[in-house]
C-alpha cells in the first residue's frame, strides 16, 4: 500500500503541501514528492486540483454484512437516570434509521430500571434490549463491555452510537476491540452514504480545524461516540403509523418492545475492586448550565483582571470561563476551562475577552449560539467564530459595557 | 550572545531557563510580597542536577567549575534573584568544605549538597562585624573533644532552610582576624536556634534570618581545617563566590533590559512606538553595552579561576564590582523606560530594581572591592 | 532474588497545533514553523512512571530492580521525543517506526503497541497520556489494554498506593472521585491533574544525547504488512475538509463607546439584558 504523485499531472502547484499537517510533502524540481511522514490522511488527494495523487495497493476484498441490520443506541446510565446524552443520540439514530430504512434499537446496561426510561418512547424506538443485574451496580468497563458485546454479536446491528462521556471514552473503545471493529470518536456529524449505505463519521481532528469523514470499511457494527451537548435532542417524534393511517398506541408496544437480555452472570467477573466513591467537592461549576459564558484568556494577564468578568457575567445571567492559558497560569480554576482539554459548552451567548482562539478553545465552545468576541489583535482566530467582533482593548470595553448595563437597571 | 559554549553549557542553560518559564516566572511577584521561600523551585533546581555544577565529582558533582556555576546562576536570576540567591548561598556554604575540608568532612556533607537534597549557608556577618571580619565576636571554646559556641551571626541568607552552616567564629579572640577558625554546625543541634524572617527591601523570596548560638557544642571533627585559618577560608571562598555574585547581577539587568525593550516597542506616545525616540534608544545602547560587558568580565574571571591560576582576588572583585554597580543602573533605567508602569507592582522591573540593589552590598560592599583591588593594584601592579 | 519490574510509557510525537494561526485572507491553516513536539499529556505519563520507579525503589528497592522504558511509534524523527524522555529521567527507549505502520488506525496503533509491549519481559504498567493533539480520541489506551487482557483506568489523577503486584488509583469522573484497586500488570492514562513534569536533569539531557534507540520494525514484531498501517485498520479517512463557519462575522467598528452601544442592543435583542 502506498500513495503516489502521478508525476505527468502535477504541475508543482503547491496546494498539496499547503495543506499537509504532517510536514510530508516537499516539491522538488516542481514535483510534489510525498515522504515518510506520510500518514495517508488523503487531505492532499482531497486538495488536488489536477487529481495527481492516489493511494494504491489497498485490500478491497469487501466481506459480506447482510447480516448486520438496524441502528443500535447505548444509552448510557448514572444515578439511576439515562443521561442527557442518550436522547442526543437517540435524535440522530432516529435520522440514520429513517435514512437506512432499518430499525431503531436501544440498550441499557444497569442495576435498576432507569427512573426515566419511558422518555426513550418518544422515539420511534424498534427495541429496547435490557441487560440488567447487580453486576452492573457500578460502572466498571469490563463486565459494561462484555454486556455490550453481547448484544451486539447476537442481535447484530450495523451502526452502534455510544456517547463520549468519560465512561463511554474507556467502555467503548474496548467494546471495539473485542469486537474487533471500527470505532470513530468525538463525532460531530453522522450521516449515511446513500449509494454504499454505509455511516459517514464526521470528526474534528487537529483541534477542529480540519474535519475528517470516516468510514468503517470493512467490519460490524460501524461504531461511533459523540460527546455530550454536541448534538441536540430533537424532540422525539412518535412515528405515525402510515399503513394505518393512526398513532401507534404508546403503552401497548411500550411493554412489547422491551427485552431482557439474559446471560451466564458467572462469566461476568471484574478485574476492578471498586474502594470509594466521593463526590467532587470542589466548586461544582457546570457551565453548560449557563446560557451566558463569560470568557477570558491570556489577554487578562492575570487573576485579579478576571473580576470585571466576573461582574459582567453576574449581571447577565451568566458564568465565567477561560482559556486553557488562563487556567495554566493560575489565574482561575480548572472547572472553568473551555475547550479541548477542559469542558465543551454551546451557550446562548459566548463572550470571549482576550482569547486569541488557539484551536482547542474553539473546539470547545464555536457551536454557541452567538459568539461576541473582544481581542486587540484583528488576525485573531478567535474572529473566525465570532458573530460580532470587537477590535479593542478590553481593559475598556468591559468596564464600559458594564456601566452601560448597570446604568439601564 | 550563546556562541562560544560547549553542548554540555547550553544544556545547562536550557534547563535553568526552563525552570525560569515554567517555574518561577509565575509565581515571583507572589513569593516577592508574601516572602514565600521557593522551596519547590529549589527542589527541582536540585533534582536538575544544577547544585552538582559545584562540586567534584568524586563527591557526587558534575567536575565542572565556577563558569558552569555563573551560567546557571545568570540564567535564574532572570527569573528571579531570590531563587538565584538561594542557590548561589547554598554554594557559598559549602565552598569552604570544598577548599579547606577535610577528607571526611568532603564525603560526609558533599553529596547531599550536590543532590540538592540538603542546603548549605555561610554564617560569618555579625550586628559589628560586616566589612569588619576581623571584629566578630561569636566564640568557639575548645572542650575536650568539642567546642562550645556562643554568640549571634546576623542576615544569613538560607538561615533556617538550610541543614549545614559553615560558621565563622573566634578560637582566638585576642588575635582578631587570625583568631577566627570555620565550623560545620547541622540545623537541630542543641543550642543552636533562629531568629525571626527578616523583612528586606528586596530578594524578600529568599529567608534571611539570624542565628543564635547558645552553648553550642559541636565535635572537634567539625572544624575546618587549623585554628586560626578561617580568615583565609574566607577570602579564598569569596575569590570563587564573586564572579557568581557578578552573575546574578548580569541576569537581574539582563532580565530588566529585556523588559524595557520589549515595552518600548509596544507602548506608543505621540502616535510612535518609544522606541522610536532617540532618548530612548540611546538609554538602550548603553544599558546592553553594559550588560554585555559586565557579562564579559563575569565570565572572564570565571575561566581564569577555572584554569586554576593563583592571584584571582583582584579580578574576582573587579566582575563583582563592575557588574552589580551596572545592574544597579540597569535596573533603575529600566523602570525609568517603563515610567509610570514602571512604578507599579503589575510588573516586574521595580522588583528587579530593588533586587539588584543586595549586590552591592553582599559578599563584601562594592567599597570593600574597591579596597581589595586598589590595594591589590598598588601591590603588585601588573605582570 | 531481585524481580524485574518494567514501567512502559508510550508517547506520540505531534504537530504543536498550539501554535496554529489562521491566514485572514485565504482562511487557510499557516502550518509553516509548526514544530513538532511531544504530545503535552505524554510529559505528564512519562513523570508518572519516572515517579512510580522512584517510589518503587523506595519501598522494595532491596527485592526490585525497576525500569522505565518509553515506547513510541511513529516516523524516524519520533526519535527526538523519546532523546526528551531519556532527559527526563527515562531509563530506556525504543522507537516503533516502519513505512508498513503509517496510516494506522487507532486499532492497528494499539495492535502494533501490544506486539512491541510482548517483546519486553518483565512489563507490568504501561502509562499513556488521555489523549493527543492531533488524534485526541483517547482510544490506544483502552484498545491496548484490552488487547493484552490488563485492566485499565482511564483519567488516573493519583496512584495512592503502589506495589510491585498491585496499584490504587483515583480518577476523576465527570463529577465524582473514583477510587480502584487492580492487580498488575495493568494501563493507565493520564491528565493534567496527576502530577507536575520535572525539567529535565543535566544528567538525563548528557545520557539523552549519547544513548543508542533501537529501531523495531515489521520484522522485530512479528507482524505481517496486512495487520498493520492503513491495511490493518478498521477505519479510513475519505476526506478531509475546512469546517465551514456558520456565520459572517461582523466586525463592530467606531469608538469604544459605539461598538459597546451595539453589543448591548444586541443582547437586549437576545432578552440577555
Known amino acids: 500500500m502506498e500513495i503516489k504523485v502521478d508525476v505527468q499531472k502535477c504541475t508543482g502547484c503547491n496546494i498539496c503541501k499547503s495543506v499537509c499537517m504532517y510536514d510530508a510533502i516537499e516539491i522538488v524540481d516542481r514535483k510534489a514528492l510525498i515522504n515518510e511522514n506520510c500518514i495517508f490522511c488523503s487531505a492532499c488527494i482531497e486538495s488536488c486540483k489536477y487529481d495527481a495523487i492516489e493511494i494504491s495497493g489497498m485490500e478491497t476484498v469487501l466481506k459480506d454484512f447482510s447480516d448486520y441490520k438496524g441502528v443500535c443506541v447505548y444509552l448510557e446510565t448514572y444515578d439511576n437516570k439515562i443521561i442527557d446524552v442518550g436522547f442526543e443520540l437517540l435524535s440522530t439514530a432516529e435520522m440514520l434509521a429513517d435514512k437506512l430504512n432499518v430499525s431503531l434499537s436501544a440498550v441499557l446496561v444497569c442495576s435498576d430500571e432507569p427512573g426515566n426510561l419511558n422518555e426513550i418512547f418518544n422515539f420511534r424506538l424498534n427495541k429496547l434490549y435490557l441487560v440488567k443485574s447487580h453486576v452492573f451496580e457500578n460502572n466498571l468497563d469490563d463486565v459494561f463491555a462484555k454486556a455490550l458485546v453481547q448484544v451486539i454479536n447476537r442481535y447484530k446491528p450495523e451502526i452502534f452510537l455510544a456517547g463520549a462521556t468519560m465512561f463511554g471514552r474507556t467502555l467503548i473503545p474496548k467494546v471495539a476491540a473485542i469486537i474487533k471493529t471500527g470505532l470513530t470518536a468525538d463525532c460531530t456529524a453522522l450521516s449515511v452514504d446513500d449509494d454504499k449505505k454505509i455511516l459517514l463519521q464526521t470528526r474534528p481532528t487537529f483541534g477542529g480545524n480540519i474535519l475528517a469523514t470516516i468510514v468503517t470499511k470493512n467490519s460490524r457494527p460501524q461504531m461511533a461516540t459523540v460527546r455530550p451537548h454536541v448534538m441536540e435532542i430533537k424532540t422525539g417524534k412518535i412515528k405515525i403509523d402510515e399503513k394505518n393511517g393512526s398513532e401507534s398506541n404508546p403503552s401497548v408496544n411500550q411493554k412489547d418492545r422491551i427485552e431482557y437480555v439474559q446471560f451466564d452472570q458467572s462469566k461476568f467477573k471484574t478485574k476492578y475492586k471498586l474502594i470509594n466513591i466521593e463526590k467532587e467537592t470542589e466548586e461544582k461549576i457546570n457551565l453548560n448550565d449557563y446560557d451566558v459564558i463569560v470568557s477570558g484568556g491570556r489577554g487578562l494577564g492575570g487573576s485579579e483582571k478576571f473580576a470585571m468578568l466576573k461582574e459582567l457575567a453576574g449581571l447577565l445571567g451568566g458564568v465565567v470561563g477561560a482559556s486553557r492559558a488562563a487556567v495554566d497560569a493560575n489565574w482561575i480554576s480548572y472547572p472553568h476551562q473551555v475547550g479541548q482539554t477542559g469542558k465543551t459548552v454551546n451557550p446562548k451567548v459566548y463572550i470571549a475577552v482576550g482569547i486569541s482562539g488557539a484551536i482547542q478553545h474553539l473546539a470547545g465552545m464555536q457551536t454557541s449560539d452567538i459568539v461576541i468576541a473582544i481581542n486587540k489583535d484583528p488576525s485573531a482566530p478567535i474572529f473566525k467564530v465570532a458573530n460580532y467582533g470587537i477590535v479593542g482593548d478590553m481593559f475598556d470595553i468591559v468596564p464600559k459595557l458594564i456601566s452601560r448595563i448597570k446604568s439601564s437597571k | 550572545m550563546r556562541y562560544l559554549l560547549t553542548d554540555e553549557q547550553k544544556m545547562i542553560i536550557e534547563i535553568c531557563k526552563k525552570i525560569v518559564d515554567e517555574r518561577i516566572i509565575p509565581v515571583r511577584a507572589e513569593y516577592d510580597e508574601k516572602m514565600i521561600f521557593p522551596a519547590d523551585i529549589i527542589k527541582e533546581i536540585g533534582r536538575s542536577d544544577l547544585f552538582r555544577l559545584f562540586i567534584p565529582e568524586k563527591y557526587g558533582g558534575m567536575g565542572t567549575g565556577i563558569f558552569e556555576v555563573c551560567l546557571a546562576t545568570e540564567e535564574l536570576s532572570r527569573g528571579d534573584l531570590s531563587v538565584a540567591t538561594t542557590y548561589a548561598a547554598s554554594g557559598l556554604g559549602f565552598i569552604p568544605i570544598i577548599l579547606m575540608g577535610s577528607e571526611e568532612q568532603k564525603e560526609k556533607y558533599l553529596p547531599v549538597l550536590a543532590s540538592g537534597e540538603k542546603l548549605a549557608a555561610f554564617g560569618l556577618t555579625e550586628s559589628d562585624a560586616g566589612s569588619d571580619v576581623g571584629a566578630i565576636r561569636t566564640t568557639a571554646v575548645k572542650d575536650g573533644d568539642f567546642y562550645i559556641l556562643n554568640g549571634t551571626k546576623q542576615w544569613i541568607t538560607n538561615g533556617g532552610e538550610a541543614d549545614i552552616y559553615t560558621i565563622f567564629a573566634k578560637t582566638a579572640p585576642d588575635k582578631g582576624a587570625r583568631g577566627v577558625s570555620a565550623f560545620i554546625v547541622e540545623k537541630g543541634t542543641d543550642g543552636f536556634e533562629f531568629g525571626k524572617k527578616e523583612d528586606k527591601l528586596g530578594i524578600r523570596a529568599s529567608a534571611t534570618r539570624e542565628l543564635v548560638f547558645n552553648d553550642c557544642k559541636i565535635p572537634k571533627e567539625n572544624m575546618i581545617s587549623r585554628e586560626g585559618s578561617g580568615f583565609i577560608t574566607v577570602m579564598k571562598t569569596f575569590d570563587e563566590s564573586r564572579p557568581a555574585v557578578g552573575a546574578q547581577a548580569v541576569g537581574v539587568a539582563q532580565a530588566a533590559l529585556e523588559e524595557a525593550l520589549n515595552y518600548s516597542k509596544i507602548r506608543s506616545q505621540f502616535g510612535a512606538p518609544i522606541s522610536s525616540f532617540q532618548a530612548i534608544q540611546h538609554m538602550l545602547a548603553d544599558m546592553a553595552t553594559s550588560v554585555e560587558a559586565a557579562r564579559s568580565l563575569v565570565y572572564y574571571t570565571a575561566q581564569v579561576i577555572d584554569s586554576g591560576a593563583k592571584d584571582v582576588s583582584r579580578l574576582s572583585a573587579m566582575s563583582k564590582l563592575f557588574a552589580s554597580d551596572m545592574a544597579m543602573k540597569v535596573t533603575i533605567d529600566a523602570v525609568q523606560i517603563l515610567g509610570g508602569y514602571g512604578f507599579m507592582k503589575d510588573y516586574p522591573v521595580e522588583k528587579m530594581m530593588r533586587d539588584a540593589k543586595i549586590t552591592q552590598i553582599y559578599e563584601g560592599t562594592n567599597q570593600i572591592q574597591r579596597n581589595i583591588i586598589a590595594l591589590d593594584l598598588i601591590k603588585k601592579g601588573f605582570i | ?273
Not at chain 3, 526519535?79 to 524522555?85: F, P, S, V
Not at chain 3, 502509562?127 to 483519567?155: H, S, W
Open chain 3, 1 to 273: 532474588m531481585i524481580e524485574k519490574l518494567k514501567i512502559i510509557v508510550c508517547i506520540k510525537q505531534v504537530p504543536g497545533i498550539m501554535e496554529i494561526k489562521i491566514n485572514p485572507e485565504t482562511n487557510t491553516l499557516i502550518r509553516e514553523g509548526i514544530e513538532n513536539i511531544i504530545n503535552p499529556f505524554d510529559t505528564y505519563a512519562i513523570e508518572e512512571g519516572v515517579s512510580l520507579k522512584e517510589k518503587l525503589t523506595a519501598s522494595e528497592g532491596g527485592s526490585l530492580d525497576v525500569e522505565v522504558i518509553a515506547l513510541s511509534m511513529g516516523p524516524p524523527h519520533s526519535e527526538a521525543i523519546l532523546r526528551e524522555a531519556i532527559s527526563l529521567g527515562i531509563d530506556n527507549a525504543i522507537l516503533l517506526s516502519d513505512r508498513a505502520f503509517a496510516g494506522s488506525d487507532t486499532w492497528a496503533t494499539s495492535y502494533t503497541l501490544s506486539k512491541a509491549i510482548k517483546k519486553i519481559e518483565g512489563w507490568k504498567i504501561i502509562i499513556l497520556g488521555k489523549q493527543t493533539l492531533d488524534g485526541d480520541t483517547g482510544q490506544v489506551g483502552p484498545e491496548l489494554a484490552q488487547i493484552l487482557n490488563i485492566p485499565f483506568i482511564g483519567y488516573a489523577s493519583k496512584i495512592t498506593e503502589i506495589s510491585s503486584n498491585k496499584m490504587i488509583i483515583k480518577r476523576l469522573m465527570e463529577d465524582r472521585y473514583e477510587t480502584f484497586e487492580i492487580r498488575l500488570p495493568a494501563a493507565i492514562s493520564v491528565g493534567k491533574d496527576i502530577n507536575i513534569p520535572r525539567v529535565p536533569s543535566l544528567r538525563g539531557k548528557m545520557k539523552s544525547k549519547s544513548i543508542v534507540i533501537p529501531v523495531w520494525g515489521i520484522d522485530q514484531i512479528d507482524m505481517d504488512e496486512k495487520e498493520c498501517g492503513l491495511n490493518g485498520s478498521y477505519t479510513q479517512v475519505i476526506k478531509i475538509f475546512s469546517p465551514e463557519h456558520k456565520y459572517e462575522v461582523k466586525m463592530v467598528h467606531g469608538t469604544p463607546d459605539e461598538q459597546v452601544n451595539e453589543i448591548y442592543s444586541k443582547l437586549k435583542e437576545l432578552s440577555i439584558i
